[in-house]
């Protein structure tokens, strides 16, 4: 089948591959339809086959790896501190035993990730709700709130939010195991015609070469200026690992076997 429909994490971190993706050497990529959503939006028109291919929480593709095939060499991944995983919290981390604590409703890999983070590496008995919430109405009722993407940078740049902890589940996760954590991959569907997605990953090999090479002069076009600085933006953007390598498919397999001692996988 023909790979058309592609989804669009709509957040600041894939925002320069999507832009060389879309408009390769300044051209309009009229190969592809794209269609937005948070990833756990994306993720549910993966599964549901409604889009043929897209960056997907990485848990997504552990829990169903006989729909997909991996497109190789690209995801959102980071070696420590990523920026847009925190969790908020009004307590030390160590306080939050025996509460409940909410998580984004956009998030699916950064839930799995928390639950380890909680259990396994801290060892606390925690129960977690999935929010919409904003994090000023969430935090009021529960200790502590995980979000991810543009509202954790947005949040964690407030200074209305000053007394609350932000703990980086990059960091911890980097700290603890000493490989990176891969947060999204692109996956496709497996009845995509091979030459397809080959094609893809060559545009994608394209658009993310031009993307690190350009990140300061898309960050001064780009939206996101009306949020962040574009040091700010393109110091993120420089902190995000997009490579799919061996050290992070290690990252990957121990991220899927501690799922599983949690059984959560
Ligand atoms: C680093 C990030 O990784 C994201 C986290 C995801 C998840 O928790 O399921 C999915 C895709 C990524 O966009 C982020 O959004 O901040």
């Given at each position: 089948m023909v790979l058309k429909k592609i989804g669009r994490i709509?957040?600041?971190?894939?925002?320069?591959?999507?832009?060389?993706?879309?408009?390769?050497?300044?051209?309009?990529?009229?190969?592809?339809?794209?269609?937005?959503?948070?990833p756990s939006e994306i993720n549910a028109l993966l599964r549901k086959g409604l889009i043929d291919a897209g960056p997907s929480s990485s848990i997504e593709y552990l829990r169903n790896p006989h729909l997909y095939n991996l497109i190789d060499g690209h995801s959102v991944s980071s070696f420590g501190r990523i920026m847009s995983i925190i969790l908020f919290s009004r307590a030390e981390i160590e306080a939050l035993d025996g509460k409940t604590v909410l998580s984004s409703y956009q998030a699916e890999t950064s839930t799995g990730l928390l639950q380890i983070v909680l259990r396994k590496f801290y060892n606390l008995n925690v129960e977690i709700k999935t929010s919409r919430a904003p994090l000023m109405e969430g935090i009021m009722e529960h200790p502590a709130y995980l979000l991810i993407g543009d509202n954790a940078l947005?949040?964690?740049?407030?200074?209305?939010?000053?007394?609350?902890?932000?703990?980086?589940?990059?960091?911890?996760?980097?700290?603890?195991?000493?490989?990176?954590?891969?947060?999204?991959?692109?996956?496709?569907?497996?009845?995509?015609?091979?030459?397809?997605?080959a094609e893809l990953q060559t545009k994608l090999d394209a658009a993310k070469a031009q993307a690190v090479e350009s990140f300061d002069s898309i960050a001064v076009k780009s939206p996101y200026t009306r949020q962040f600085s574009t040091e700010t933006l393109v110091s993120y953007w420089r902190t995000i690992s997009y490579d799919l390598t061996g050290k992070h498919m290690t990252g990957l397999e121990l991220f899927g076997k501690y799922l599983r001692e949690l059984g959560l996988l």
């Open positions: 709509n957040f600041a971190n894939l925002y320069p591959i999507f832009y060389c993706l879309e408009n390769p050497h300044k051209a309009v990529n009229e190969h592809y339809e794209f269609t937005d959503g948070v947005i949040e964690a740049a407030s200074q209305q939010n000053n007394a609350l902890q932000r703990y980086d589940l990059g960091t911890i996760w980097y700290e603890q195991t000493g490989v990176p954590f891969v947060f999204a991959l692109w996956i496709s569907r497996k009845r995509c015609e091979g030459s397809e997605v």
